[in-house]
Every structure is written in C-alpha cells, then in structure tokens.
C-alpha cells in the first residue's frame, strides 16, 4: 500500500518566475478520507535573503485524535535560486510512531543524496532539481510559464527514497474550496494499471499555490487535502 499521509503531510530574479517572490507565506490545510476530517495542517514559509525554511506542523481531529494522538512535524531548509527552491536539509518527524521518522541531508556539490529511516543512513545520487516532500508544494511558483506545458517531471524525496512524479498539465478549472471559488491549473500522473493516481489544483491568482491535493491509492482509497486559509507577504 502507497503511504498517503507521507505525500501530503508529507512546492529573485525577474519575471522568469509563475508568480512574484515572496518572504512569508502562511497556509492552512484540512485532510479527509471518505469525506471526514481527520486532521488540520499548519504551514509557515520564511525567506530570508537566498534562505528559505518551512515549517508543517499536522495535528489529528476526531476519532484520529483518539487512537493516533501524535503529530507530524517537517521542516524543509534550503536556498532559493534563480530555479527557485534547492533544499539543503529535509526533517520528517513522528511525535509518537517514531519509527516512522525519517531525514535528508543534500550535497548539491557532489550530486549526493543522504537519506536517514529507519533502516539506517545510505547514500543516493541527487537528480538535478530535486525537491523534498514538503519544499515541492512551494516549487509550483517558481516553474516559469506552467500553464503552457504539457506535461513535468519531478524528482521528489520523502528522506527515505527517491520518486519521480510524472505529471500531465490540463485546462485551467475553477475550483471551489473553503476559502472560494478559485481559478486552477489541474496537474494529475498518467493513467496507471491499478486506481493509484495523484491530482493536483494550483491556484493561479495565488501564485499557483496547491490548493486541493487528491492521493488515491491501488485500492481506490482517497486522502484530500484542501487549502482552508492563506497569507502571502512580499
């Protein structure tokens, strides 16, 4: 089984950027199963000169709150280039199920990937452009002329391995969540034998900012996350 929660829990120069660059950007996220919450997301991205750091903090709601009452905590620091965000560090950390825990450490100099879990630390080669699973969702806005692509690749790590995320680009929607009616560039990976699929809507007026994330997994299972508040400060 594909770990959802990973994925969504577990994205300055001139005008070659989707949107303006920003120094603070504040958001907030609710994540549902089968139209349920089950948990709230807070984020918190801080520039500072060419350094960023990203702070997601997930807290469980409801019956989740009751059996798994710990929180998931991922931080993502790095520097921001004219291609936009390089992260440097990647921290994924269980309060409670620490197994679970995981870690990146990237050398861009010698193309070196550490990845840190539960089976140890080993080294990996570090694919060009490689974002982590939470500095990916902040990425968006640094792709230069999106909406005209066909399709992108992305590599993506969650510290425990390597994925690459091959995603097709499609008209622009409107999207209606918590915070409105939003204008959005739909992204979603290719057809594959089972159900598994990834979706995701970009909201265009904010910078092409994720505002709803779908994960189904072989089994035809969803996890939604949708944007319910956000802050950007330039």
């Known amino acids: 089984m594909r770990t959802l929660v990973a994925f969504l829990l577990c994205c300055i120069a001139p005008p070659l950027f989707a949107a303006p660059p920003a120094q603070h950007i504040e958001a907030s996220f609710e994540i549902s199963t089968k139209g349920v919450k089950i948990a709230v997301i807070t984020e918190k991205f801080t520039r500072i000169g060419n350094h960023y750091r990203i702070e997601s903090l997930t807290q469980p709601v409801g019956l989740l709150a009751m059996f798994k009452p710990g929180t ?5 620091e790095g520097d921001v280039t004219a291609q936009g965000l390089r992260p ?11 197994l679970k825990n995981t870690a990146a450490s990237f050398d861009w100099n010698q193309s070196n990937l550490m990845l840190s879990d539960r089976n140890g630390q080993r080294s990996e080669p ?3 452009a490689t974002q982590d699973r939470l500095s990916v969702q902040y990425q968006f806005r640094y792709i230069p002329q999106l909406r005209e692509r066909k399709e992108l690749t992305m590599h993506i790590t969650n510290g425990s391995k390597i994925d690459t995320r091959h995603y097709l680009t499609h008209p622009v929607q409107m ?10 560039l739909y992204l979603s990976t290719p057809p594959e034998a089972t159900a598994w699929k990834t979706e995701i809507w970009l909201s265009v007026e904010n910078g092409n900012f994720p505002c709803k994330i779908v994960v189904t997994e072989d089994n035809g299972d969803q996890l939604t996350q949708v944007l319910t508040a956000l802050s950007i400060s330039q």
């Open 88 to 98: 440097q560090s990647f921290v994924y950390k269980h309060s409670q199920e620490t």
């Open 175 to 184: 999207l209606t969540v918590p915070m409105g009616t939003l204008e959005t």
């Open 72 to 76: 998931l905590s991922v931080v993502s």
């Open 126 to 128: 570090l694919p060009a």
